[in-house]
């Protein structure tokens, strides 16, 4: 079935420095990838959805120049967090679609960013 | 617009009882339903989902779920909590045009299995 693999799955970053997760799908193309966002004992809030070649779609009320997101490849998109301050500290999931797919169903296992 | 709505954001059965967790949806199109695991600072895992075909829809570990677009509910069942089935389940919906497949996820139910 399609894995999708997620990278750290912990860091932990000094405030004012950048992180970068990648999110890859291993067994599959992806043209839409989606970035969620989930604080603690809360739901997963869509932060942005990233299409391979082109430019991200950020959901309202998420800094496009702060979560920075590249699809670069049809297996691989990353998010990187600039500036990272104590309050950006959460989890991070994303979702790969598969080409030809309607909805984006496969979730990464998550990174638990920490910033101190 | 979607939205979901979680009934109980915490549940708690004994091992061997029937789990229902609710889960009911606004959709101002016929929608796609999901239900998905979550196991502590782990991702999410599709126990199963709904997509116009049989409105029963069976899962696995046991889990399975029923459509009901009279009541715009898609309940989450199994007849037998085991121990391990103690984690967050996110009901989701998905379906409308131009949203390039997103889903919108509920609040979340944590479910608790007691011995």
């Known amino acids: 079935g399609a894995v999708v693999s997620q990278h750290p799955s912990r860091v932990i970053c000094k405030s004012g420095t950048s992180v970068k997760i990648e999110c890859r799908s291993l067994?599959?193309?992806?043209?839409?990838m989606f970035w969620y966002r989930q604080f603690p004992k809360q739901s997963l809030m869509l932060m942005a959805t990233?299409?391979?070649?082109?430019?991200?779609?950020?959901e309202q009320g998420v800094e496009k120049d702060k979560f920075l997101i590249n699809h670069a490849s049809l297996t691989l998109s990353t998010l990187t967090v600039t500036s990272a301050h104590p309050e950006d500290s959460s989890f991070y999931i994303c979702?790969?679609?598969?080409?030809?797919?309607?909805?984006?169903?496969?979730f990464g296992s998550g990174t638990r960013l920490t910033v101190v | 617009a979607q939205s979901v709505t979680q009934l109980g954001s915490h549940v708690s059965v004994s091992e061997g009882a029937l789990v229902l967790l609710r889960c009911n949806y606004s959709?101002?199109?016929?929608?796609?339903l999901f239900w998905y695991v979550q196991y502590p600072n782990q991702g999410l895992q599709l126990l199963l989902k709904y997509t116009s075909a049989a409105t029963l829809v069976k899962g696995i570990n046991g889990f399975e779920a029923e459509f009901k677009k009279s009541e715009t509910s898609f309940h989450l069942t199994k007849p037998s909590a085991h121990m391990s089935d103690a984690a967050e389940y996110f009901c989701?919906?998905?379906?409308?045009?131009?949203?390039?497949?997103?889903?919108?996820f509920g609040k979340g139910t944590k479910l608790s299995v007691k011995p």
């Open positions: 989701a919906v998905g379906g409308e045009e131009g949203s390039q497949g997103n889903l919108i």
């Open positions: 067994d599959f193309q992806a043209t839409t």
């Open positions: 990233s299409n391979e070649g082109s430019k991200a779609t950020y």
């Open positions: 979702s790969a679609q598969p080409a030809g797919s309607t909805y984006g169903y496969t």
């Open positions: 959709s101002s199109v016929p929608p796609y």
